[in-house]
């Protein structure tokens, strides 16, 4: 499967915005799809995945302003982030593995290229 992040941008603290991660040569249905971040400087972390049963938050900065959608008519699994603050400036990966999720990036198969977010006044 292969995947394309987009959707990335600048936007100003308490803004919010959607990601899209789109998969082609494969259905999203298939597929534990998760969102990942990279702030400069530190490591990858999880934000959040979907798999079949619903959806598992990893980072505790993400719950209650971060939400995961799939649109099968589309294959594109959807990061909705409100609330945005500086912290949250970072490079968002999609990816996708079998089995369970997991928020360990080095479990996942498949990668998008990334797209970058900037909270900024």
Known sequence: VQLQASGGGLVQPGGSLRLSCTASGGSVNWWNIGWFRQAPGKER?????????????????AKGRFTI???N?????????????????????C????????????????????TLVTVSS
């Open 69 to 71: 959608s799939r649109d």
């Open 95 to 114: 990816a996708a593995r079998r089995g369970n999720c997991s928020s360990t990036s080095d479990t996942w198969h498949y990668w998008g290229q990334g």
């Open 73 to 93: 008519a589309k294959n594109t699994v959807y990061l909705q982030m409100s609330s945005l603050n500086s912290e949250d400036t970072a490079v968002y990966y």
């Open 45 to 61: 972390e999880g934000v959040l995945c979907l798999n079949s049963a619903g959806s598992t938050s990893y980072a505790d900065s």
